[in-house]
């Protein structure tokens, strides 16, 4: 196709270098004539060079938009890393200012403190000088005269605190027993072996504490004069009847006077016992304590001849009865009559242990195993259920008593058999604490909560017997032996603790209620470090929880169970907390008389008793201590007339706080630390917690167990 049309430049360039689009100017006329002559339609179709100039120009743009992109994303990072820079040196230069202002007041104090030395130095410095320039002074004779007279006094002073002292010491010793935690106190166990008391504990670390350098010397003086009074007896007894003169030629004979003194010691006034009281003495009697008054030396004032008269005449005027005591020989003067034996016990008569050796050594009745009490009649070296020897006898309690034997089936492995008395009733609560013990130990199998593990029972004359693990003692006595009224140390308490609160959790866990904690129910190992809650004798299940106002003992009873309230897990860490205060100070912590004197000094310690509470106590129980007004009916004895009188306390006061008997004070004997007091407070805390007077109110054993107390350890 042709066109008649004139072409004009078709592109012309713009002055920011684009592409303007080329121009086409048809000739209208010529394309009617062609359309005329043509009936077809043709498109006029653009020309290839304006569609490359299109493309080029969009690229041209899209690159100009990216560009642009590009450099303000530029320019965005750059100034965000400008700012951070920028924040950085201004948070440079303010940590270069803090320490340099840290280090000029460093600098200061160590000026300030340099200053305060020189000044006190200079200050000694011009006290010397002033000392040296008075001592070099001629004193005047008024100011001597004085001085004499206050060195006077000074030295008076002294020699009367001095004096004051030795006093008091002198009285203490006469008080106190020097043979603390030695055989004196029975601590030891022993056996028969052989017909020889052995003693099972060595001795060789226990300490006798002396006041004064001669105490040996008194020792010794004391042991010639035993030694000379045991001759003495032994040469009485061996010697035949013969009087030297009638009693009637002599105006008081040696027994009578021996005897007269005896009882005024006694009785502690001057005027002597009537013959006719000490006539109806019995013989046993007055022999041990003649026997007795030689040995504790209560007798010195009278002549050793007079002594051996009086036991003379006594042995003679009793020939015919017989003495229930000991044959006197060397070897009764030994191990009873020594004070300082290994083997010793205060007293010359000892009947229990005596009564002890004599049923140990006898032959039992084959057909009569029990006593008249329905206690299993105690042999050593018996063999129960053909399998435990017995070689020691531990305790007895009110519902059985305690073997300590040998498995001959577990290469002689140490065991406790606890034989339970021969009755019903006893019968039938041994079969409950077995019941008791095989949940306990089957829900900790890893022996990873302090309850004492039970081996097995069996049935031995009639006796239920358990067998449990040995343990040394309980934490009544180790309190007694190593914190007798200071209590042990925080380290020790804090590790009992904790296991006590594990022992509670167990407990929780299967549902039962020990219902009797206290020290006493607690034992320990030989090393005193793993201890075990024992005698699940008054145990129950939680939900048979029965209401009785004398559930517990006494000093460890939750003011629940007195008020005839019901209860739970709580009473259980209502002891536990009174037994940690035992432990820390070696004192009871509520020592009530009875179930209205507890009352009475749990509200001294924790104030009044909510109102709520008082409510819910049993009607019978609560008009015994409150009356309409919910005030409390304190129930005390007079001093005269020695009667019971009722006191309505309305303003009821606290007066005993907890952290003043724990938190030590600069007078204490212990070495006051800020660690201890730290502890101390902590322990009294958790203490308060958990003896809150409404049980409702009370931390669970799981807030005990995250308590401070027990989670942060001592250095």
Known sequence: MVSNGEKKPDVEEEEDGEIVDEVMIVDDSDNDR????????????????SKSAKKSRSRSREQSKSKKKKERRRSRDESKSSKKRKNSEERKAREREDEERRIKRKRDREREVEKERERERERKRRERAEAERRRKMT???????????????NRDRRDRDRRDRDRKSE????????????????????????????????????????????????????????????KMMVNVVEQEESPASSPQSRVASPLEKIKDRLSSKDSGSAKSRPASVCSDKSVEDDFDDILAAALRDDLECLEDADLEAALKEKLLENRETTVDARPINDDFWETEGDMFADNFSPGIKNNRHRKFLQSATNVLDPDN????????????????????????????GVFSNVLRCKDSLRSEEDVAIKIIRKNELMYKAGLKEIEFLKKINDADQEDRFHCLRMHRSFMFKGHLCLVFEPLAMNLRDVVKKYGSGVGLHVKAVRSYSQQLFLALKLLKKCNILHADIKPDNILVNESKSVLKLCDFGSASDAKDAEITPYLVSRFYRAPEIILGCNYDYG????????????????????????????????????GKFPNRMIRRAMPEIRQMHFDGNNDFLHVKQDKLTGQDTIQTITNVIQTKFVRNDLIPTSNSNEKVTPELTKKMQQLSDLIEKCTVLDPSRRVSITECLAHPFIVEKIS
């Not at 004193?139 to 001597?144: E, H, I, N, Q």
């Not at 006041?211 to 045991?230: N, Y």
């Not at 105690?378 to 399998?387: F, K, Y």
């Not at 509520?590 to 507890?598: E, I, K, S």
Request: charged share 40%; hydrophobic share 30%; net charge neutral.
């Open 571 to 606: 009473i259980d860490l209502w002891s536990v907390a009174v037994s940690m205060y035992e432990l820390a100070t070696g004192k009871i912590m509520l020592p009530g008389r009875t179930n209205n004197h507890m009352l009475k000094i749990c509200q001294d310690f924790k």
């Open 171 to 230: 009285k203490d010793r006469r008080k106190s027993d020097v043979f603390k935690g030695s055989l004196s106190e029975g601590q030891t166990l022993q056996e028969l072996e052989g017909g020889k008391l052995v003693d099972d504990v060595q001795l060789n670390d226990i300490e006798i504490p002396m006041d004064s350098d001669d105490e040996e010397a008194k020792i010794e003086e004391l042991r010639k004069r035993r030694e000379m009074r045991r």
């Open 34 to 49: 062609r359309l005329s002559k043509d009936s077809d339609c043709v498109a006029i179709e653009p020309s290839k060079s």
């Open 369 to 396: 195993w029990t006593d008249a009490d329905g206690y299993f009649k105690i042999s050593i070296g018996q063999m129960l259920d053909n399998r435990y020897k017995s070689y020691a006898y531990t305790g007895k």
């Open 139 to 153: 004193p005047s004779p008024t100011f001597r005269d004085r001085q004499r007279e206050r060195e006077r006094r």
